[in-house]
């Protein structure tokens, strides 16, 4: 079966400093993988997706990148964190077609003082 | 571009009690349409999805949603409720074809109360 690990859980950093997030996907290979952030009321926004290695796109103009340098591992950075960067950023995976399901990995708390 | 829109941030129910999530989308072609489940801090969960044939869709944990395509809604429903039900539920749509994005409302907040 397939499973979905998100590291850290939470993750308190101060305003200008960098960020690394990772996602990796076991138990499937080639999937579509995506980053959303969730803010409190605003529902998920996607971020990033990518369909294979080294393939991003970017949804939404910001200071964070994402990259893919494994089939199965996704990374959200930023070289300096804004206080608006704040919220919980989920990782979700899913096979190749529209119509699959996307599963969501547990998720990292970001606080950023 | 499509959206969608969840009609209540947070509904208040009963235990036992009969509940409706709203959900109306808007696209100018056709949709697939999904309801996910968060309980807190955690991610997201599958409910149900409905992609073609019948309109009444049903899913895991005694949800079901009917879509209705000329009001464009999507509403999710449990005849009765329970405390465990308790949780965060967000409408989604995707476009199909070569687009895998999923665009999400900005959720319901479902409480359930003893």
């Known amino acids: 079966s397939q499973t979905i690990h998100q590291w850290p859980a939470t993750l308190v950093q101060p305003v200008g400093s960098p960020l690394s997030l990772e996602c990796t996907v076991e138990?499937?290979?080639?999937?579509?993988l995506y980053w959303y952030r969730q803010a409190a009321g605003r529902g998920l926004q996607l971020l990033f997706y990518?369909?294979?290695?080294?393939?991003i796109s970017s949804e939404v103009p910001q200071n964070l990148s994402a990259s893919r340098p494994q089939d199965r591992q996704f990374i959200l950075s930023s070289k300096k964190l804004l206080l608006s960067d704040s919220g919980f950023y989920l990782c979700?995976?899913?096979?190749?077609?529209?119509?699959?399901?996307?599963?969501f990995g547990p998720g990292t708390r970001l606080t950023v003082l | 571009a499509q959206s969608v829109t969840q009609l209540d941030s947070q509904v208040p129910v009963f235990e036992e009690a009969p509940v409706e999530l709203r959900c109306n989308y808007s696209?100018?072609?056709?949709?697939?349409l999904f309801w996910y489940v968060q309980y807190p801090n955690q991610g997201l969960q599958l409910l149900l999805k409905?992609?073609?044939?019948?309109?009444l869709v049903k899913g895991i944990n005694g949800f079901e949603a009917e879509f209705n395509k000329s009001q464009t809604s999507f509403h999710l429903r449990k005849p009765s409720v329970h405390i465990s039900d308790t949780a965060e539920y967000f409408c989604?749509?995707?476009?199909?074809?070569?687009?895998?994005?999923?665009?999400f409302g900005k959720g319901t907040l479902l409480t359930v109360n003893p």
């Open positions: 979700a995976w899913s096979k190749g077609q529209s119509t699959d399901t996307q599963y």
């Open positions: 138990g499937t290979s080639n999937p579509n």
């Open positions: 990518s369909v294979g290695i080294g393939q």
């Open positions: 696209s100018s072609v056709s949709v697939y």
């Open positions: 409905y992609l073609s044939g019948s309109t």
């Open positions: 989604a749509v995707s476009l199909g074809g070569s687009n895998y994005k999923l665009t």
